[in-house]
């Protein structure tokens, strides 16, 4: 609110605004979650006529991208293509975690499409966002796809992604791969969760209370069910 005031000051007292100006009141947009302030600068950019930049558009994208405005976040980034602006890998993250959000893993699979070809560096935040987008959108076969890739391409792996990739084994019956996921990297309560009901789902006690003792060791404590509920409910569908 004070760099949105401050700017309104200026413009009051005819003090000349330039890229840096405009960039610097965005950007505290974006971080505050006022999105719509954010596109209101963006728009006063462009009639000023201002050059506009990357980092203006990143900035735009990413006060999109808090919200889950997709449809917004992905008119931005088409602009940039119309006006020649070069995008970056942040560029790509901001826009493709907006379409995450929101479940549009069509929108979210193109844009990594785009990414790869014009060589642009993906990383963890890249890929956790597009594997989400698929699991929430039912596309587990494609939610494991992009775990691969992302493995062969040696992008480390984090939380989000392992879980991610789990709920997609677990809803897609790939129990096994579920298993083979969860001693690969270190896993949270979600991804013990997702592996446990897998397992359940396709009568794999064994494998249930080995996932819940280490679970157990790990100290984590499940939060969608827990090991005792699980062991309960597999106990009586027996």
């Known amino acids: 609110e004070k760099a949105t005031c401050l700017f309104s000051m200026m413009a009051q007292s005819k003090v000349e605004t330039d890229r840096i100006t405009f960039n610097a009141v965005i950007s505290a947009c974006e971080k505050g979650a006022k999105w719509e302030r954010a596109l209101q600068f963006f728009q006063a950019m462009e009639q000023s006529s201002v050059e506009m930049g990357t980092t203006t558009f ?23 293509t119309h006006r020649a602006v070069s995008k970056d890998t942040i560029t790509f993250n901001a826009a493709i975690s907006a379409c995450e959000k929101k479940g549009e893993w069509e929108q979210t699979f193109q844009l990594l499409l785009e990414m790869l070809e014009s060589n642009q560096q993906f990383d963890a935040i890249t890929c956790s966002a597009a594997i989400s987008a698929c699991e929430k959108g039912g596309e587990w076969n494609k939610a494991l796809q992009l775990f691969g890739v992302m493995a062969q391409s040696e992008v ?52 249930v209370l080995q996932l ?20 309960i409910s597999i106990s009586s569908s027996r």
């Open 58 to 80: 990143n900035s735009t994208i990413s006060a999109c991208e808090k919200v889950g405005e997709w449809e917004n976040a992905l008119q931005l980034f088409g602009a940039m």
């Open 156 to 207: 480390e792996c984090n939380t989000v992604t392992l879980g991610a990739a789990i709920g997609a084994c677990e809803k897609s019956g790939k129990w096994e791969r579920a298993l083979q996921l969860i001693h690969e990297a270190e896993a949270n309560a979600v991804a013990y969760n997702a592996a446990i009901s897998a397992c359940d789902k396709n009568g794999k006690l064994e494998h």
């Open 212 to 231: 819940l003792r280490a679970m157990a060791v790990s100290c984590w404590t499940a939060f969608a069910v827990t090991p005792c509920e699980e062991a």
